[in-house]
């Protein structure tokens, strides 16, 4: 079912079973998050802050968390991935987009680094790329700290072109496909699976 602030939501929003069994879930992120998304935040190792952040913050502040944990629906999303019992479990991950001009959008994300490779990247970028085109974006952008290559590798695989690396980052952009464009709601997996070139 939608999440009521997202029409066509059910398309992006997931829950699967890691191998061990441990339930994952990726959904719109709520104020409630805010303080397990300051632990998360914290515990980050200071080379996976520092790619996410493009700085060396160390800790973030009461206001910071507020922000992130309420995005304004007009403009932005935000996802977590949460592990374990549902609304009681440990946030591994926050994804985000904000529209930057009327149709484009800039992304960031972070996976703790105890979950990384486990795919939760690559799902949340895919979720960020789809909720963005069912807004009616247009064009998805990032900048990315040029030695990052984990990063660059998975935008590489989903799509991105790589532009040159300028005073150390490297600004990323890929086309997307406006759902509204590519027809209703029975046609949007297909679409979500042409966009991406993986099937979900
Ligand atoms: C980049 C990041 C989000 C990837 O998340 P992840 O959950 O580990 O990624 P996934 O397991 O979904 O991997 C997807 C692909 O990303 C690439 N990738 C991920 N980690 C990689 C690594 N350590 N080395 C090389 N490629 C890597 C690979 O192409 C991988 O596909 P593969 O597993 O089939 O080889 C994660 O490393 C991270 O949080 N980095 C720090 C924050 C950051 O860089 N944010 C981006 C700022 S815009």
Redesign the pocket.
Known sequence: MDDARWPGSRHWLQTWTALDGTRIALRPVRPQDASDLGTLISA?AP???R??F?GAINGASAAWIGRMVDPDPHRELALVVEVGMPGAGQLV?E?RWARCDTDEAE???????A???????????IALLASAGERGLRWMR????AD????L??A??LGFDLGHADDGCTRIGRRLRSARSAGGVATRRTWLERLTGLAM
Not at 107 to 113: R, S
């Open positions: 980050l080379q996976t802050r790619r996410r493009h991950a994804a992304f960031a994300l972070v996976v703790d680094d979950w990384q490779r486990q795919g939760i990247g690559r799902r949340a970028l990032g900048d990315v700290l990052n290559l984990p990063m590798s998975l590489h695989r």
